[in-house]
């Protein structure tokens, strides 16, 4: 990884290609985390699909809100504080292995954090698009363990 030369006090992180264990289009930070998950686990091959491109631009998305949401004038600091620090935790991750993590989790979308700041519908459509991602990782209650 490199970082781009510091143009105006403000620096760039570029994102070098890593090494695939699945096909890779695009930048890591919002790549689908099972082609993630194939890169982290070397020996797992992965068909590149639409519905990989299809959560690429949930993380795309969100990547646009928590970007833009930081910029709003009128916000607290401790809004702006906390947007910060989300936007960090999702997408500030460098290594393969802890984007992979912060998908999985999908901590990137946390509606709770742009509630207030976005209208009603998009974040119902965040709702949405967090079941949709999240059930694509969690077993079906037939396969849950009970303790």
């Known amino acids: 990884m490199k970082s781009a030369p510091d143009v105006k006090g403000a620096t760039q992180t570029v994102f070098n ?30 068909k590149h699909e639409a519905h990989h491109d299809l959560e690429s631009f949930v993380w795309v998305l969100m990547y646009v809100i928590s970007r833009t949401s930081n910029e709003r004038k009128g916000l607290l600091t401790e809004q702006h504080t906390w947007i910060k620090e989300h936007f960090v935790e999702s997408f500030g991750h460098q290594s393969v292995k802890f984007i992979h993590i912060s998908r999985r989790s999908c901590e990137p979308l946390a509606e709770d954090v742009y ?17 949709a991602v999240h059930a694509h990782f969690a077993p079906p209650p037939s396969q849950w363990v009970e303790e």
């Open 17 to 46: 290609d890593a090494k695939r264990g699945a096909e890779m289009t695009g930048t890591l930070q919002f790549m689908a985390a099972e082609l993630l998950g194939a890169i982290v686990h070397k020996n797992r091959k992965v």
């Open 115 to 131: 509630g207030d700041l976005l209208p009603q519908p998009m974040v119902a459509l965040l709702v949405r698009l967090k079941k």
